[in-house]
């Protein structure tokens, strides 16, 4: 071979070793999806936005291999990872169909289902003033799976840190229904069960993602079975849902699909405050407002921006996907007024129109009922409706617990109860003694079971749908997070004793679990305790006389056979002969009563008054007709 024949075969070979790397290069280019949110949806629901996750997305075309179904839009994050594909609609029927990525010659398929939905029948019921509702954080109510306790990643001391994840998980709820039931809860919420990949998330606020069950509580099966046995007993489920933020180990916070998904970035943000006056001041700086709505949470959780149309397409129907997948009945919504109003009136609007019975409950953390009431559904003073169903209330809680650990005087309650005009629906309010977030009743200084027992009786028998954090009916011992946060005994293996069961109970326990169970009986069998209005007779230092009935504006006139069922709470040291006068009353023209609670408590209505004999730290619960 000569030299020109030698030269001839290298450029040959170096043009086919160029094809061969320029191929390799267009392979290596080729899409790739890894992930798709939701996971599915539904047949005839409204049209969803698929975020895709995967590899060289730029530049890709992408469509359904269900010729019906269009893309709309879409948009792609400029690495490559992202992609929003904006659909036209929902099939009108159940099917699995392909969804194609095309780019550079290369296609990638993955599938993709449209399920049937669920018949009305299968919950979605809302929860009301008729309910109890029973506060689970999962991770520390009952290990019904052990095999699930250690995940990749946790620490083999995990279990006995105060902050660590502890073995609770959704058979162990499962497990318990009796012990709830017996107790006379009606409707239960637990804590978020989005996948938390860090060591001490095991309250479930920090997603990893928004649309996982969390291995430590276990499967979405076991979701759906506890569901379905809360449905079976005539029971509801409240699932908790963070619109506002993600946690700070969630993929976003290293490769957001837009530059724009969180208000600020992991490097350069505010830290959101606590104080909501200026959300509800119209004179407020738009700079303090938005301490409140843009600021990453506790200063380590990612803000969501829903001012970005994606961001709050992606949360709304996140929503959406969990009460349809699960059948839930309500969702309770963490973190409320750190949102822009705006995203919440969108929110509801799509929420309401799918399920018209399913009831949203806010967190919104504050004393000051001209505050709380802002957010709640109806109310537009300061800004577009909402659409919440109603905030937790807030201002009874620190109320109720100023007057029996502190002793405060009951027109501080009754203070409370005036306000309940700033509502559209103050029926609607959720009233509690405690919950994950401060230190339990039991925990605080000067309580005892006496006073506890004596706020139960307030508790159950106030206007709006009353919420027991779990083990507070067993007067747990907690004070301030973690220590809230006590396992349930008989929960976990190596418990001493099982207060799910009488026999397990101390003798403080079991006083106290009897005690509300019997308060919970009595009110599912008044009405009036249920769902009738509350008209204040008296208030003043230790005593607080109210009546809870229906048309309280008749009174017992002839022809109104409704009873009226008349609650006095002495918070005094000393016995109390409490007269109540009936003229111009919810009493007026009643002329009979008896006692429905508190056994060694006198009544009698003689001469145009209701007297009633009640003891030092005592409640009276008395029907009057």
Known sequence: MNRSEGAVIVCRWMVGLGVLIGTVGLWAQAPVMTKVDPPNWWARMPKAMLLVQGEHLDGATFRLSDRKLKVERTTVSANGHWAQVWLSGSPEKAETVELSAVARGETAKVEYRFEERKAASSGFAGFSSKDVVYLIMTDRFADGDTTNDMQAGDMADEKAKARGWHGGDLRGVLQHLDYLQELGVTAVWITPVYQNHEAQSYHGYGATDMYAVDEHFGKLEDLKVLATALHGRGMKLVLDTVPNHVGAKHPW?????TEDWFHGTKANHTVAQGEFRPLTDPHAAWRDQKNVTEGWFANTLPDMNQENPAVAQYLTQNAVWWVEETSADGLRIDTFPYVGREFWQGFHAELHGLYPRLTTVGEVFNPDATITSAFAGGVVRNGVDTGLD???DFPSHFALREVFLKDAP??????VLRLDALYPHPERLAPFLGNHDMARFMGEKGATPARLKEAFVVLTTMRGMPEIYSGDEIAMQGGEDPDNRR??????????ASAFVAAGRTPEQAEIF??????LKLRAARVELQSGEEQVLEAKAGVMVFVRGVGLQAGCVAGNDRQRV??????????ESVTAPVANTSLEGCGRAEVLWGKDSRVRVYGGEVR??????????????
Request: hydrophobic share 50%; glycine share 12%; charged share 20%.
């Open 410 to 415: 009951m027109t501080k309650l009754a203070e």
């Open 390 to 392: 109603t905030p937790f």
């Open 514 to 519: 009897d005690w509300v169970k019997g308060l």
């Open 487 to 496: 396992d349930f005994p008989g929960g976990f293996a190596g418990s001493s």
């Open 566 to 575: 008349m609650v006095v709470v002495n918070n005094g040291d000393a016995a």
């Open 612 to 625: 009633v004999e009640v003891g030092a730290r005592q409640a009276v619960v008395v029907a009057v007709y």
């Open 253 to 257: 916070v290293e490769d957001s699909p």
